[in-house]
């Protein structure tokens, strides 16, 4: 997550102390920042009973890009194992590799 992100989450939200919103709902990953997680997986932003993500209109790269992480990508394996754990992965609208690519570096 970027700066920009976190404050637009952070406004969404209502909450105007960035560095306390940080400290509530945000972690550090070697060098970058990433939205905390449960212990199952699931971000501090979903919402499980609902089924979906609270902050979906302002959500981060990380999510706006999802499955198509390098991770995910690197094998048919590592798809498999995604659409397993992620049940919206591999249904819907059939995106190429090129497409696939540009989504993945969209700003």
Same mark, same amino acid.
Not at 80 to 102: A, L, N, R, V, W
């Given at each position: 997550?970027?700066?920009? =992100?976190?404050?637009? +989450?952070? #406004?969404?939200?209502?909450?105007? !102390?960035?560095?306390? &919103? =940080?400290?509530?709902?945000?972690?550090?990953?070697?060098? #970058?920042?990433?939205? *905390?997680?449960?212990?199952?997986?699931?971000?501090?932003? &979903?919402?499980? =009973?609902? #089924?979906?993500?609270? *902050?979906? !209109?302002?959500?981060?790269?990380?999510?706006?890009? $999802?499955?198509? $992480? @390098?991770?995910?990508?690197?094998?048919?394996?590592? $798809?498999?194992?995604?659409?397993? +754990?992620?049940?919206?992965?591999?249904?819907?609208? &059939?995106? @190429? +590799?090129?497409? +696939?690519?540009?989504?993945?570096?969209?700003?």
């Amino acid at each position: 997550m970027n700066e920009e =992100e976190i404050g637009a +989450i952070a #406004r969404m939200l209502g909450e105007p !102390d960035l560095e306390k &919103f =940080e400290q509530l709902f945000v972690r550090q990953v070697k060098d #970058r920042k990433s939205l *905390v997680e449960f212990p199952n997986g699931d971000c501090v932003f &979903f919402d499980s =009973e609902q #089924r979906h993500c609270r *902050v979906y !209109d302002v959500r981060p790269r990380q999510c706006r890009t $999802w499955p198509f $992480w @390098d991770s995910n990508l690197k094998t048919p394996q590592a $798809w498999k194992q995604t659409c397993e +754990i992620c049940p919206g992965s591999g249904k819907g609208k &059939f995106y @190429d +590799i090129g497409q +696939i690519d540009q989504l993945r570096h969209m700003p």
